[in-house]
């Protein structure tokens, strides 16, 4: 819960229309997604001037949610998205825990807004602090599930409307990986529980999620798998997909989503990575998801530039696929029964 008394400061703030801005993470996923077009929803009943800014294009797999194509990229409409920014009253960040966690572009010129009234909503390890209200909370399964209790908490829980939800339960899905991770409480039940007697199309709402492939991404997918790694002896597995391979399936943001799971779901894994180059953006991108006790944040961070939670975790190298990969293994093997 966020403290009582920012919540107080919260309500005054809100009491009167403003000019309010909320940003994601740079490449979104359902939860980021989620939970800033939720909180939009929310607001704009509220009367206040809301406008989302990404900081770049997200994938097409999150396309049919409502109010997308209000969303602004700074990365490609920079000149537009910085007045914006430079008008807001009030800026909530959402799904994120540091600035660069909105790209090298983005993040700067965020940096140099440290007058404004910033509002953090996340669920990562290791919030930074710049925000002048804070809730963060590592033990929620999303940054949906925050901003669900975060709108009862104003007071304003009847506000929730089909799209809000719709929007809300989409990242709670998403996060908790269909309501399996340990993240999943019965709090998060609850919420999806009320979510659904907001009137959502729950069935619908899984269906756009994760039967909308194309044959070209499940053909990647037997591609990934076919290049899945054992280390059986440190209860890890690996998968790399290299830029000729995307290239040759079509490859589109969003396509390799989901991929890294796959490697958890082998008997006797507790420890898998997903390695994904990037040509043009010069980068490994690199996905890490664990079962149990061994913490892929912790290990995103010691070794790969990154961070996440404990069970799941981002990072990045800019060494090629093969160096990144060989440092993994050295790294594994040196490290982890
Ligand atoms: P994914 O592997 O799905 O991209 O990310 C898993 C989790 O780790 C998400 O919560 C995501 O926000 C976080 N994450 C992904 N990449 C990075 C990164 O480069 N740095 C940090 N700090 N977190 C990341
Ligand atoms: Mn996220």
């Known amino acids: 819960m966020m403290k009582e008394h920012d919540i107080e400061a919260i309500k005054q703030l809100l009491a009167s229309p403003q000019k309010i801005i909320i940003l994601p993470h740079r490449n979104q996923d359902g939860d980021s997604m989620g939970s800033t077009l939720g909180l939009y929803h929310f607001l704009i009943q509220l009367n206040?001037?809301?406008?989302?800014?990404?900081?770049?294009?997200?994938?097409?797999?999150?396309?049919?949610?409502?109010?997308?194509?209000?969303?602004?990229?700074f990365e490609e409409h920079r000149e537009d998205c910085e007045p914006k920014l430079k008008e807001a009253d009030i800026i909530f960040t959402l799904?994120?825990?540091?600035?660069?966690?909105?790209?090298?572009?983005?993040?700067?010129?965020?940096?140099?807004?440290?007058?404004?009234?910033?509002?953090?909503?996340?669920?990562?390890?290791?919030?930074?602090?710049?925000?002048?209200y804070v809730f963060s909370d590592t033990t929620m399964s999303s940054t949906s599930e925050m901003v669900y209790h975060f709108i009862h908490q104003l007071g304003k829980g009847h506000l929730i409307d089909k799209n809000t939800a719709t929007c809300l339960y989409?990242?709670?899905?998403?996060?908790t990986g269909s309501f399996r991770f340990s993240s999943t409480s019965s709090t998060t039940h609850k919420v999806?529980?009320?979510?659904?007697?907001k009137g959502i199309n729950n069935a619908e709402i899984h269906n756009n999620l994760f039967d909308t492939s194309s044959y070209d991404r499940l053909q990647l997918l037997g591609r990934a798998l076919q290049n899945m790694k054992l280390l059986r002896e440190h209860k890890t597995s690996y998968i790399t997909l290299?830029?000729?391979?995307?290239?040759?399936?079509?490859?589109?943001?969003?396509d390799t989503e989901g991929f890294v799971n796959y490697g958890l779901s082998i008997?006797?894994?507790?420890?898998?990575?997903?390695?994904?180059?990037?040509k043009s953006e010069g980068i490994i991108k690199i996905s890490f998801r664990s079962q149990g006790s061994f913490d892929v944040?912790?290990?995103?961070?010691?070794?790969?530039?990154?961070?996440?939670?404990?069970?799941?975790?981002?990072?990045?190298?800019?060494?090629?696929?093969?160096?990144?990969?060989?440092?993994f293994v050295k790294i594994v093997q040196e490290t982890k029964r």
């Not at 993040?107 to 953090?120: A, N, R, V």
């Not at 507790?270 to 180059?277: M, R, V, Y």
Request: charged share 25%; glycine share 6%; hydrophobic share 35%.
């Open 192 to 197: 999806a529980a009320d979510l659904i007697e």
């Open 95 to 132: 799904d994120f825990n540091a600035l660069h966690r909105t790209g090298d572009i983005m993040s700067p010129f965020l940096e140099s807004l440290s007058d404004k009234t910033f509002i953090m909503i996340d669920h990562h390890q290791a919030p930074d602090s710049y925000a002048k």
């Open 297 to 327: 944040n912790q290990f995103a961070r010691n070794y790969f530039n990154g961070g996440g939670h404990i069970n799941a975790a981002g990072g990045r190298s800019t060494e090629s696929l093969e160096e990144t990969v060989t440092r």
């Open 170 to 175: 989409t990242g709670l899905v998403t996060d």
């Open 48 to 73: 206040h001037e809301v406008t989302i800014i990404s900081p770049n294009e997200f994938a097409r797999y999150l396309a049919w949610m409502p109010n997308t194509d209000q969303i602004m990229f």
């Open 242 to 254: 290299n830029q000729t391979e995307l290239d040759e399936h079509h490859h589109k943001k969003g």
């Open 267 to 278: 008997d006797g894994i507790d420890f898998t990575a997903i390695f994904i180059e990037n």
